[in-house]
């Protein structure tokens, strides 16, 4: 009687076998461990001197390209004169689609939160095709589209 021996065989098997699943196991928690991440990044958010805040709309049905950035600056040297189309408050909210303009909104509410995360000086946000860099000169926004806006005590620009 021949006797077959395939201990070694079975034994690398088995090595590749748990070496499979480690991996697999090592992978799985990186991917989990990088969508949390991505997940605590802060969708709002205020600049240092809390002057300036934005928080970022979309619904989770829709595309980015339906997508909003709304900022809202406190306090401005100069308030633009309101349209005769606002019965709102004017001036102080700027908003933009993520494929569209941006520019001044009509609005009689704010986005203000005191309790919202700071992006520090000289940090960037970026989400869903907008970014916004923080500097003590001020807020810069804008979109895949290039399209955005400056805001700054002194003054507001969209471009």
């Known amino acids: 009687?021949?006797?077959?021996?395939?201990?070694g065989q079975v034994r690398q098997l088995v090595s590749r076998g748990i070496g499979a699943v480690i991996l697999a196991s090592t992978l799985f928690a990186l991917i989990?461990?990088?969508?949390?991440?991505?997940q605590d990044r802060p969708i709002d958010f205020l600049t240092p001197s809390k002057n300036i805040v934005c928080q970022f709309f979309a619904d989770s049905s829709q595309t980015n390209d339906k997508a909003v950035l709304r900022c809202d600056i406190m306090n401005m040297e100069a308030r633009p004169r309101r349209p005769a189309?606002?019965?709102?408050?004017?001036g102080h909210a700027f908003e933009m689609s993520?494929?569209?303009g941006a520019g001044r909104i009509c609005a009689g509410d704010t986005?203000?939160?005191?309790?919202?995360?700071?992006l520090a000086y000289g940090e960037v946000w970026q989400r869903a095709g907008f970014t916004c860099r923080s500097e003590q000169t001020g807020l810069t926004c804008f979109n895949a589209m290039q399209r955005g806006f400056s805001l700054a005590r002194a003054e507001q620009k969209v471009f």
Request: hydrophobic content about 40%.
């Open 98 to 100: 993520a494929k569209g």
């Open 1 to 7: 009687m021949r006797r077959q021996h395939h201990g």
């Open 32 to 38: 989990r461990a990088a969508a949390a991440h991505a």
């Open 111 to 118: 986005v203000m939160d005191p309790s919202l995360p700071v």
């Open 85 to 90: 189309d606002c019965e709102l408050d004017y």
